[in-house]
C-alpha cells in the first residue's frame, strides 16, 4: 500500500531534519562568571589617606586616582636629594676642569662622578616615592570594595581598595574529561544565569590542559559577549551543542 504525504508534512519533516536540533544534542554543566582582571590595590608608603574619590560601585576609567596619599615628606625629600645633585652635578664639573689644569689628578675626578651618579640614583628614588603617593586605575572598571578610610594612617603593602574591570568578563566551567572529544575552542556556549533569569552567549577561549585526577573533570574557559546585565560572581547553567554521534 502506497501512502501519500501531503506537501505540508513533507516540508515539515526536511525543515526539522536540516535543523541544528536534528544534528545536535545539547550537554549542560554549571559554570560561574569570572573578571579576568580583578585585583586588590595596596599602598607601597607608609603615609596618610588624604584622597578616595571613588566609592563601591562607581565607575572609573584606566589612570584615574583611585587613592590619593599624602605625601607632603616625601616631597621633601625629593627636594632635599635635587638640590644634592645640583651640588654634586657642580662639583663633578669642577673637578673636570681643575683636571684639565692638571690641578687634581684622575682619581678626584672618578670620585667627583661617582657621587654625582650616586645623587642621581637617590634622586631617581625618591620620584618613584612621589610617584606612589598616587594610586591609578590599571583599567576601566569599578569598585568592588574600600578597605580603608580618608586620614587614616597606612602602613607599606596594606590592601586599600578592590577594583574589577567588568567589560570583559568570563566564565569557568567544569565538564566531564569525555567531552574533550567533541569540544574545541571556538565552539559557541549558551548561559542561563541562575538570578537574575537572564541569558548570555560566549565562545570556549581556552581548554585546561590538565585533567583532575580525582574527578575526571577538565575546566574551560569561555569569553563572554559584552552583556551588562553580567556580574562576576553570578552561577550559571551553560549549555553546550554537540554532533548528534556524541
Given at each position: 500500500?502506497?501512502?501519500?504525504?501531503?506537501?505540508?508534512?513533507?516540508?515539515?519533516?526536511?525543515?526539522?531534519?536540516?535543523?541544528?536540533?536534528?544534528?545536535?544534542?545539547?550537554?549542560?554543566?554549571?559554570?560561574?562568571?569570572?573578571?579576568?582582571?580583578?585585583?586588590?590595590?595596596?599602598?607601597?608608603?607608609?603615609?596618610?589617606?588624604?584622597?578616595?574619590?571613588?566609592?563601591?560601585?562607581?565607575?572609573?576609567?584606566?589612570?584615574?586616582?583611585?587613592?590619593?596619599?599624602?605625601?607632603?615628606?616625601?616631597?621633601?625629600?625629593?627636594?632635599?636629594?635635587?638640590?644634592?645633585?645640583?651640588?654634586?652635578?657642580?662639583?663633578?664639573?669642577?673637578?673636570?676642569?681643575?683636571?684639565?689644569?692638571?690641578?687634581?689628578?684622575?682619581?678626584?675626578?672618578?670620585?667627583?662622578?661617582?657621587?654625582?651618579?650616586?645623587?642621581?640614583?637617590?634622586?631617581?628614588?625618591?620620584?618613584?616615592?612621589?610617584?606612589?603617593?598616587?594610586?591609578?586605575?590599571?583599567?576601566?572598571?569599578?569598585?568592588?570594595?574600600?578597605?580603608?578610610?580618608?586620614?587614616?594612617?597606612?602602613?607599606?603593602?596594606?590592601?586599600?581598595?578592590?577594583?574589577?574591570?567588568?567589560?570583559?568578563?568570563?566564565?569557568e566551567v567544569v565538564v566531564p574529561a569525555a567531552w574533550l572529544t567533541w569540544l574545541e575552542a571556538?565552539?559557541?556556549?549558551?548561559?542561563?544565569?541562575?538570578?537574575?533569569?537572564?541569558?548570555?552567549?560566549?565562545?570556549?577561549?581556552?581548554?585546561?590542559?590538565?585533567?583532575?585526577?580525582?574527578?575526571?573533570?577538565?575546566?574551560?574557559?569561555?569569553?563572554?559577549?559584552?552583556?551588562?546585565?553580567?556580574?562576576?560572581?553570578?552561577?550559571?547553567?551553560?549549555?553546550?551543542?554537540?554532533?548528534?554521534?556524541?
Amino acid at each position: 500500500m502506497r501512502v501519500k504525504l501531503s506537501t505540508g508534512v513533507v516540508a515539515t519533516c526536511l525543515t526539522w531534519l536540516l535543523s541544528p536540533l536534528a544534528a545536535a544534542q545539547t550537554f549542560e554543566a554549571r559554570a560561574v562568571i569570572t573578571a579576568p582582571h580583578r585585583a586588590i590595590l595596596s599602598g607601597e608608603l607608609a603615609a596618610r589617606v588624604a584622597s578616595l574619590p571613588f566609592k563601591v560601585g562607581e565607575r572609573f576609567s584606566k589612570g584615574d586616582v583611585v587613592v590619593g596619599l599624602d605625601c607632603a615628606l616625601y616631597e621633601a625629600q625629593k627636594s632635599r636629594v635635587a638640590a644634592e645633585v645640583r651640588a654634586a652635578r657642580i662639583k663633578r664639573d669642577n673637578a673636570r676642569e681643575l683636571s684639565a689644569l692638571n690641578s687634581i689628578g684622575e682619581m678626584d675626578v672618578a670620585l667627583a662622578q661617582s657621587e654625582y651618579a650616586q645623587a642621581l640614583a637617590e634622586l631617581k628614588i625618591a620620584d618613584l616615592n612621589t610617584d606612589r603617593c598616587e594610586i591609578r586605575a590599571p583599567w576601566d572598571g569599578r569598585v568592588v570594595s574600600v578597605l580603608t578610610r580618608a586620614h587614616e594612617n597606612i602602613r607599606q603593602q596594606q590592601e586599600l581598595i578592590e577594583v574589577v574591570a567588568d567589560q570583559q568578563l568570563e566564565a569557568e566551567v567544569v565538564v566531564p574529561a569525555a567531552w574533550l572529544t567533541w569540544l574545541e575552542a571556538g565552539m559557541s556556549v549558551h548561559f542561563s544565569i541562575d538570578e537574575p533569569p537572564v541569558s548570555a552567549e560566549g565562545a570556549i577561549a581556552a581548554v585546561s590542559p590538565a585533567i583532575d585526577a580525582v574527578s575526571q573533570t577538565v575546566l574551560l574557559r569561555v569569553s563572554l559577549q559584552d552583556n551588562p546585565n553580567l556580574i562576576p560572581g553570578m552561577s550559571a547553567t551553560a549549555v553546550f551543542a554537540a554532533p548528534v554521534s556524541q
